[in-house]
């Protein structure tokens, strides 16, 4: 009897990052004020700070309480599992990093960045020649997950380094 186990998952709903946001939202007047008190009051950049200050305030106060009420309003998840059977992805923005293979079909996962479009990429290497994008834009932890694949399949390669995205050739 073959039982499904799950050996990796990460979920974030946007409701998570706009409470993240809001957070900032809050966190943001403290760091002005702090800037503030920092600055010597005879600095000329004091007056020239204290201007601009205002106006910096109420446009990111503005713009992250939009995008707050935006990821409220438009509800969506970012997954990512693994189990014996399926290694499966589903980023809400992104389809080409939406995704569900079986790990045993997998050969290598390689991370690269691209110099042209400016972009760190995971690629997901299947044994029929394709590939899958995995996205690095979430805070999972990409050393747990790769342990898990090699547990799952011993035969794929992974990068030795988590954090590094050399450039593409």
């Not at 707050?68 to 990512?80: E, G, Q, R």
């Not at 980023?91 to 400016?118: L, M, R, W, Y």
Request: hydrophobic letters at 45%.
């Amino acid at each position: 009897m073959n039982i499904e186990r799950t050996f990796f998952y990460y979920e974030k709903i946007r409701k998570q990052q706009a409470k993240m946001i809001a957070f900032n939202m809050l966190f943001l007047p403290v760091i002005l004020w702090l800037i503030l008190i920092l600055i010597p009051k005879n600095n000329p950049f004091y007056n020239q700070f204290l201007f601009y200050v205002k106006y910096i305030a109420v446009t990111s106060e503005l713009v992250m309480l939009s995008l707050a009420a935006w990821l409220l309003t438009h509800p969506a998840k970012f997954y990512i599992k693994l189990t014996n059977s399926e290694f499966s992805s589903f980023h809400p923005t992104f389809k080409e990093c939406t995704f569900s293979v079986n790990p045993q079909d997998i050969i290598e996962i390689k991370q690269s960045t691209d110099i042209g479009a400016d972009a760190s990429l995971i690629s997901v290497k299947i044994n029929n020649g394709s590939s899958v994008l995995l996205s690095p834009n979430y805070p999972y932890k990409r050393s747990e997950l790769y342990d898990a694949l090699r547990l799952v399949n011993p035969n794929i390669k992974t990068p030795k380094n988590t954090w590094l995205f050399p450039y593409k050739k």
